[in-house]
């Protein structure tokens, strides 16, 4: 096949800008899509925010500092309960009631059970010894504040003394000798239910302390309902807040 000259090859070269005698338009570019950025929730932190110490985040109320013995100046009043199964809801409501609303009656008091002896002589070593010591007892009660007072009775517990211990128809048969560290003690027991209290009480040291035992008609579960027993023990109380070095 022969070639075709040079001058005779087909020019396919097209010059763009020149169809329609002008440029071509040039062409928009598509928008960059733009991705959501997901929100971590981080605070800026800024020279002026700076992200506190772990430690400087703890709230102050939770950190309780130890309060060391014979610490606290202020009077202790405890008011301890009987085992409620002694108690006769129809001769006296709720039981043991009057005990609970004679330690209500008296500013600062607190009201334990029978069995919480430890946690009593816990908070009563965190006392000044200049500030008083009274507890109050009923049934079962009565027996763990005679308890009480006598461990508190030693050598190891400095003779620790009690300024008013009040018994009302304590249960037990051991503890008709109050320990010579009370100073003044009442008892009051019932003429019946001779199966539930322990008689008259006795000092162990007559010049060191006061005992003074009032026989009560009431049976075991009205004694503390009584109002003249309530008032004596009112009374006896506040008298015993009104003494010592603590309002020197």
Do not use: C
Not at 52 to 62: N, S, W, Y
Not at 175 to 196: A, R, W
Not at 219 to 228: A, K, L, M, S, Y
């Amino acid at each position: 096949m022969p070639k075709l000259p040079l001058e005779a090859s087909p020019d396919y070269k097209v010059e763009l800008t020149s169809i329609g005698g002008g440029s071509l338009p040039a062409m928009p570019l598509p928008p960059t899509p733009s991705l959501p950025v997901p929100e971590l929730g981080l605070p800026e932190i800024t020279p002026e925010a700076k992200p506190e110490p772990v430690k400087d985040r703890i709230k102050l109320e939770e950190i309780k500092p130890e309060v060391k013995d014979g610490s606290v100046k202020r009077p202790a009043i405890f008011f301890i309960k009987g085992l409620d199964v002694f108690s006769s809801p129809l001769k006296s409501e709720g039981g043991y009631a009057g005990v609970g609303r004679i330690a209500e009656s008296i500013e600062g008091s607190r009201l334990y059970g029978w069995d919480q002896k430890e946690e009593i002589k816990k908070e009563i070593k965190k006392i000044h010894p200049d500030y008083p010591v009274i507890l109050v007892g009923h049934s079962l009660g009565g027996d763990t504040a005679i308890e009480i007072a006598d461990e508190l009775d030693s050598l190891k517990e400095g003779f620790r003394n009690i300024d008013l211990l009040v018994t009302m128809d304590a249960v037990g048969f051991s503890h008709d000798i109050i320990p010579q560290n009370v100073k003044h003690h009442l008892n009051v027991f019932g003429e019946k239910d001779l199966f539930l209290n322990d008689g008259p009480h006795v000092a162990r040291r007559e010049e060191k302390t006061t005992v003074r035992n009032i026989l009560s008609p009431h049976d075991h579960t009205d004694i503390d309902d009584d109002r003249e027993i309530q008032f004596e023990i009112v009374n006896l109380i506040q008298n015993t807040l009104k003494k010592g070095p603590h309002l020197a």
